[in-house]
């Protein structure tokens, strides 16, 4: 397990997105945190989360880490995918 530690204005909705990449794993936060029933309310920053960090990259983790990930470049998550700098599409840059 994992530990997060909550900042102002964080909702379980928010947690979920951030630690899963999206929003469906909020009954798998309560279920790991049966204190949290903070469902439509706001967390209290600095509360400890626990939760199963996920394998692979998330939505979140990909564009947190793309300024140091090979993978993606210096700060374009769509290095390497056709869409650099100097394309053209129908005589548009």
Wanted: charged share 10%; no cysteine.
């Amino acid at each position: 397990m994992s530990t997060y530690t909550t900042t102002q204005g964080q909702t379980i909705w928010d947690l979920s997105v951030k630690l899963y990449g999206n929003a469906s794993n909020v009954v798998k936060l309560i279920s790991d945190n049966p204190f949290l029933d903070y469902v439509g309310k706001l967390i209290p920053p600095g509360t400890s989360i626990e939760y199963e960090a996920p394998l692979g990259n998330t939505t979140t983790s990909f564009f947190n880490n793309r300024n140091t990930d090979p993978a993606t470049g210096t700060g374009n998550p769509l290095q390497g995918s056709g869409f650099g700098t100097g394309f053209t599409i129908n005589g548009h840059n």
